[in-house]
Nanobody, 112 residues
């Protein structure tokens, strides 16, 4: 049974930065298929960033140039570095493994 443990959410000012992490508490083959989604208040869940294969990454257009996904395959951990945050980035951020396993979510609030 795979468990995903997230951390790093919180309150940040517009233009600020935040770093989210997600660790697979049980052994998985690799971080391929892992990624981040978010759900803003009153909105549906949307892709933020994910690993596909061959080291490729996918990003939502709204976060390109501001967010970076990275990972440590040995530790089975992925990171979402969020820079130049905007109020519209406010959401619960969820770590996922191929959409089959989800973390509990971590709340990011961007507000002055």
């Amino acid at each position: 049974q795979v468990q995903l443990v997230e951390s790093g959410g919180g309150l940040v000012q517009p233009g600020g930065s935040l770093r989210l992490s997600c660790t697979a508490a049980r052994s998985i083959r690799s971080i391929n298929g892992m990624g981040w989604y978010r759900q803003a208040p009153g909105q549906g869940r949307e892709l933020v960033a994910r690993f596909s294969d061959f080291g490729r990454t996918d990003y939502a257009d709204s976060v390109k140039g501001r967010f970076t996904i990275s990972g440590d395959n040995a530790k089975k951990t992925i990171i979402l570095q969020m820079n130049r945050l905007k109020p519209e980035d406010t959401a619960v951020y969820y770590c996922t493994l191929s959409g089959a396993v989800w973390g509990k979510g971590t709340l990011v609030t961007v507000s002055s």
